[in-house]
């Protein structure tokens, strides 16, 4: 999941110290080096699901090409991460694994350990991130639709998905991991929880990713534009 980089729309808590002009700058480094870096998965497509929807030719100058592009729909983060995995799912994806575009230095290992762990009971994975948010959630189309009405379930899809999850969750706080977890238990699903990671969402978890890079800069275009607007 990502965002159009629009001066002025991405990154905003990092103004300042950043200028607008700059944290946009910064926020596409970290599209492109977490596009490059998942590229060496295999067995897995890759897919953007971008927002504004008016901006798609943007995403495709960002995004290497060959990548699958889809709109984010929906009113919030819960009714966009449903519509993603119920329109994946409806296609005859068996497991679907959404990250966001916050972390470029995210070990591509909890990547590839979240498709291992979706199997037998468990179907559905979580990454907590430090903020209380998550930063990687992941489930199988195995899911029963347990009564969910979500209109965005697909008549005759491959099975649907627990999206109740994703329903009175108070996004943007530190309680969304927590929320959903207890959403998770109250609908009898199993779920195995990845190691804690980072999202760099302000100047404090910037610092961290810039010290981070600095001993392995696993995100090129990252570590050149920090280095870049913070001159070394």
Same mark, same amino acid.
């Given at each position: 999941?990502?965002?159009?980089?629009?001066?002025?729309?991405?990154?905003t808590?990092?103004?300042?110290?950043?200028?607008a002009?700059?944290?946009?700058r910064?926020?596409?480094?970290?599209?492109q080096?977490?596009?490059?870096?998942?590229?060496?998965?295999?067995?897995?497509?890759?897919i953007?699901?971008?927002?504004?929807?008016?901006?798609? @030719?943007? %995403?495709?100058? /960002?995004?290497?090409?060959? !990548?699958?592009?889809i709109p984010?729909?929906?009113?919030? *983060? +819960?009714?966009r991460?449903?519509n993603i995995f119920?329109?994946l799912?409806?296609?005859?994806?068996k497991?679907?694994?959404?990250?966001?575009?916050d972390?470029p230095d @995210?070990? %591509?290992?909890? /990547?590839?350990?979240?498709? !291992?762990?979706?199997?037998?009971?468990t179907?559905?994975v *979580? +990454?907590?991130?430090?903020?209380?948010?998550?930063?990687?959630?992941a489930?199988?189309n195995?899911?029963?639709?347990?009564?969910?009405d979500?209109?965005?379930?697909?008549k005759?899809?491959?099975?649907?998905?627990a999206?109740?999850?994703?329903?009175?969750?108070p996004w943007?706080?530190?309680?969304?991991?927590k929320?959903?977890?207890?959403?998770?238990?109250k609908?009898?699903?199993?779920?195995a929880?990845l190691?804690k990671?980072?999202d760099?969402?302000?100047?404090?978890?910037?610092?961290?990713?810039?010290?981070s890079?600095?001993?392995s800069?696993?995100?090129?275009?990252?570590a050149a534009?920090l280095?870049?607007?913070?001159?070394?």
């Amino acid at each position: 999941m990502l965002k159009v980089p629009v001066t002025g729309q991405v990154k905003t808590r990092l103004v300042p110290p950043l200028t607008a002009k700059d944290a946009a700058r910064l926020y596409q480094c970290f599209i492109q080096d977490t596009f490059s870096r998942i590229s060496i998965l295999n067995g897995i497509d890759i897919i953007a699901a971008y927002t504004p929807k008016n901006l798609k @030719l943007r %995403i495709k100058k /960002i995004v290497p090409a060959g !990548t699958i592009i889809i709109p984010q729909k929906g009113k919030d *983060l +819960g009714q966009r991460l449903s519509n993603i995995f119920s329109e994946l799912f409806s296609l005859g994806y068996k497991k679907v694994a959404i990250i966001g575009s916050d972390s470029p230095d @995210l070990p %591509i290992e909890y /990547i590839k350990k979240s498709f !291992t762990l979706l199997k037998g009971k468990t179907k559905l994975v *979580l +990454g907590p991130a430090q903020d209380g948010g998550y930063y990687l959630i992941a489930m199988s189309n195995l899911l029963s639709p347990m009564g969910t009405d979500l209109k965005s379930v697909p008549k005759g899809g491959m099975g649907g998905f627990a999206g109740e999850i994703f329903q009175d969750i108070p996004w943007s706080t530190d309680a969304v991991f927590k929320k959903t977890m207890e959403k998770a238990k109250k609908a009898g699903l199993k779920a195995a929880i990845l190691p804690k990671w980072y999202d760099v969402d302000d100047i404090d978890s910037l610092n961290v990713l810039r010290d981070s890079l600095k001993i392995s800069p696993v995100a090129p275009k990252t570590a050149a534009m920090l280095k870049n607007i913070f001159n070394g």
